[in-house]
Every structure is written in C-alpha cells, then in structure tokens.
C-alpha cells in the first residue's frame, strides 16, 4: 500500500521540461506554434522532443514575465497558468 495520499497525487500531476540550444528562427517556430493554438482558442499543442501534451485554450490565464541578467547572461521568461474547471478569478488580479 502506497503511502502518498490522493491529493499528493492530484498535486504531483504531469511535468516536462524541454531545454536546448536552438536556432532563433527554431525557436520562434515553437513559440507561433504555442500561440497558434491559444489564439485560435481551440486545442493548445505542445511538443518536448518525443512527448506532446495537447490542453484546451483556456478563455484567461495568468501571464508572467521575468528578465533577468547576470554578467554577459540573459534569460527571458514566460509563465502562463491557468485552472482546467475553475474560472472563478478576476481578470487583472494577481
């Protein structure tokens, strides 16, 4: 019998990381291709190598955006989150 509760569970879900050196142009198609699917409101299709998840466009999200620099280093990043069912927040909130 396993110990890890069913919330554990719920809360551990699904996670993939894709990190590699890319081509701008390479990776300007896989940033179109993510906004395709959000902008077209429908299914939202994400490729990491050989693994694919594929969500439904959500109508809000939360958008994040950090930059940061260290030395000759920079690093852009974005998060958008969002809740499957649950709907129920106010748009320009944090």
């Known amino acids: ?15 993939l990381e894709f990190e590699h050196y890319l081509a701008r142009e390479e990776v300007v198609d896989h940033l179109e291709s993510f906004l395709d699917g959000f902008d077209d409101g429908e299914t939202v299709t994400i490729s990491f190598g050989d693994e694919t998840v594929k969500s439904d466009a959500p109508p809000h999200m939360q958008f994040e955006v950090e930059y940061e ?26």
Do not use: Y
Request: no cysteine.
């Open 69 to 94: 620099e260290h030395g000759d280093q920079r690093e852009l990043e974005f998060e958008l989150e969002w809740r499957v069912q649950d709907e129920d927040f106010e748009i320009g909130a944090e």
């Open 1 to 15: 019998m396993s110990s890890e509760t069913e919330s554990d569970q719920e809360e551990s879900g699904r996670e």
